[in-house]
């Protein structure tokens, strides 16, 4: 592929890229200590139109919201809001969705001191009234400062 063509092909990928329906607003850094509990609160920023399975939804076939944590903590409960029912064209009965701007707060421990970054998982599966985006999983990352 030439460069030129690279160049005009260029906009769009980034376009892609930046085309997240979902998105995780500014993570506040945590500290506290070794083995004692620390919120995690996660700001979720859903685009107008879509919704997410909620983290029960109805049906088996149906993925998730998900939110887990690497091995560097325990994680104590994962907190999300109440699940709105729906209905859409394209299901017999209401599902379990959360639609707009929400947060899910987490309570782990952390199980060494130290200036550390947590990684987390986001796994969702937004949705409009017509079609299903591919599943996603999103890094979380939480700077944090266990003594």
Partial sequence: MTLKRCLVLLPLV???????????????PLS???????SVKLDLRLSNGYHLNSNKPEDPYLIPLRLTWSDAVETVEVKFPEAKHERYA??????SVFTGDFFIVSTIKPKAPGFTVLSGKLRYQACNHNACLPPKTLDVKVPADFR
């Avoid at 980034?14 to 506040?28: E, F, K, T």
């Avoid at 506290?32 to 620390?38: I, N, Y």
Wanted: glycine share 10%; net charge positive.
């Fill in 14 to 28: 980034l376009a892609a890229q930046s085309n997240d329906v979902l998105r995780i607003g500014p993570i506040s």
């Fill in 90 to 95: 394209f299901s017999e009965k209401p599902l």
């Fill in 32 to 38: 506290g200590k070794r083995g004692e509990p620390v």
